[in-house]
């Protein structure tokens, strides 16, 4: 049996993932919900002071990434 702590945790991961947008990647929306909700005090002294320079770089890089398969789909056509 999983334990009620576990069960809620998973409840909520499963509910914020149904609002991830559209444009933005699993794994940078995971970053920004573990900035806004760390997962405890001591979380919060190991995590690095403002992750939103990796999140945008991510961000840059999946919109470069999404642009260049357009790209290379038009050229196919």
């Known amino acids: 049996m999983v334990p009620a702590g ?3 945790r998973i409840a909520i991961a499963l509910a ?4 991830k947008p559209s ?3 699993i794994q940078a929306y995971i ?3 573990q900035a806004a909700f760390p997962s405890s ?7 690095v002071s403002s992750p939103n320079p990796w ?10 990434l999404k ?7 038009k050229e196919k056509i």
């Open 23 to 25: 444009e933005q990647s």
């Open 67 to 73: 642009e260049l398969q357009e790209q290379c789909d």
């Open 16 to 19: 914020a993932l149904r609002h």
């Open 6 to 8: 576990q069960q809620i």
């Open 41 to 47: 005090p001591a979380a919060d002294r190991r995590r």
């Open 31 to 33: 970053l920004d919900l």
């Open 55 to 64: 999140r945008d770089r991510v961000l840059a890089l999946e919109k470069d």
